[in-house]
């Protein structure tokens, strides 16, 4: 079983969602970002992330033709944030679970190291994405590096991806199962066991003790 490293809060705080921030707050945020690709500039810190080369090959054989389906996610293009290269999500292959974060998102900051371990946990069974979303790409890569987050990540400053789901806040987890049906979950963040649970049922993946 994954080791859970929550510790719940009392009290309705325990169970709040961060809605994007104002545009006031995006630019102090993002203000290390360039409107350029990422990866642009030359002072940018390293990225702790993992290339995203293998997210169109599905993590397990198919049994049958369905890992050729395209996934059902927006047909978006987003860069992945390690090297830059465009990742075409219609092309992602399950079964995987996309997590939608940003570094400025408190639950974020507590569940992404879970779905690190869960990544860890189903090493070549399961896709685990992240997509930082809203973020700076500086205040993204220092808070992955103090947490030791290393799973494949896309970089959405423009929350495209939150917005063609229809999701207001963060975070956000797509559950995409072999054939490429997804389930968007977006309620209170999952805890270590709940994440087990929710991988299982929508992916088929179970997630060894």
Same mark, same amino acid.
């Given at each position: ?122 090493? %070549? ?78 992916? %088929? ?5």
């Amino acid at each position: 079983m994954i080791e859970s490293a929550r510790q719940r809060r009392a009290g309705p705080v325990s169970s709040a969602r961060w809605l994007v921030p104002s545009m006031t707050l995006v630019l102090a945020a993002s203000a290390a970002c360039t409107s350029g690709s990422p990866g642009s500039r030359s002072d940018e810190p390293a990225s702790p992330f993992a290339a995203c080369d293998a997210l169109t090959v599905a993590p397990t054989p198919a049994p049958d033709s369905s890992a050729a389906a395209a996934a059902d996610l927006p047909d978006l293009q987003l860069p992945c944030f390690t090297g830059g290269r465009q990742v075409r999500l219609t092309e992602l292959r399950g079964p995987a679970v996309i997590n939608l974060w940003a570094s400025w998102c408190d639950p974020c900051r507590a569940e992404l190291p879970a779905m690190q371990r869960l990544a860890d946990a189903t090493a %070549g069974r399961l896709h685990v994405i992240g997509v930082d979303s809203y973020d700076s790409r500086d205040a993204a890569a220092s808070f992955a590096t103090d947490q030791r987050v290393t799973l494949p990540t896309l970089f959405d400053r423009d929350m495209r991806l939150m917005s063609a789901l229809g999701r207001p806040a963060v975070p956000v987890t797509v559950f995409l199962d072999a054939a490429g049906r997804r389930h968007v979950y977006d309620q209170v963040p999952p805890d270590d066991a709940q994440l087990a649970a929710l991988v299982g049922a929508h992916t %088929g993946v179970t997630v060894q003790p």
